[in-house]
């Protein structure tokens, strides 16, 4: 759904606080040689949604936030301002109307001295 990664990269690329935060901002996988911090975004998994006259889509997206700093007062930093960005915001799908965009569930862990926190969101939206 193409569609929405290109509603998801644009919600990013009007927030100037998110930008100016991190490096980059991925859809799937980061260059090889991407500098930290940056973030993936990527689905997760959809699955069609139906009214009685109305196409739905509910789909949960996985944002993962990635960061070499040995603290972790980089990424929190991070994960609020991508927090305040997307919850519950009316994300611009071009053919849908958003309805709801809400964080399901977050986790954060270091591992080889990367601290990796990823922000998983449900978000649906409709014909």
Same mark, same amino acid.
């Given at each position: 759904?193409? /569609?929405?990664? @290109?509603?998801?990269?644009?919600?990013?690329?009007?927030? /100037?606080?998110?930008?100016?935060?991190? @490096?980059?901002?991925?859809? @799937?996988?980061?260059?090889?040689?991407?500098?930290?911090?940056?973030?993936?975004?990527?689905?997760?998994?959809?699955?069609?949604?139906?009214?009685?006259? /109305?196409? *739905?889509?509910?789909?949960?997206?996985?944002?993962?936030?990635?960061?070499?700093?040995?603290?972790? @007062?980089?990424?929190?930093?991070?994960?609020?301002?991508?927090?305040?960005?997307?919850?519950?915001?009316?994300?611009?799908?071009?053919?849908?109307?958003?309805?709801?965009?809400?964080?399901?569930?977050?986790?954060? /862990?270091?591992?080889?001295?990367?601290?990796?926190? *990823?922000?998983?969101?449900?978000?649906?939206?409709?014909?």
């Amino acid at each position: 759904m193409k /569609e929405l990664f @290109t509603g998801l990269y644009n919600k990013y690329s009007g927030n /100037e606080a998110l930008k100016a935060a991190i @490096t980059g901002f991925y859809f @799937t996988e980061a260059p090889q040689d991407a500098a930290m911090p940056y973030i993936v975004y990527h689905k997760i998994s959809g699955r069609p949604d139906y009214t009685y006259t /109305e196409d *739905m889509e509910n789909v949960l997206i996985q944002f993962n936030i990635y960061d070499d700093n040995s603290s972790s @007062t980089t990424i929190n930093d991070i994960y609020a301002k991508l927090t305040a960005l997307f919850d519950w915001c009316t994300l611009t799908v071009l053919g849908w109307n958003s309805i709801y965009m809400k964080e399901e569930f977050g986790y954060l /862990e270091n591992m080889n001295d990367v601290w990796n926190y *990823m922000v998983s969101y449900r978000l649906e939206i409709q014909k």
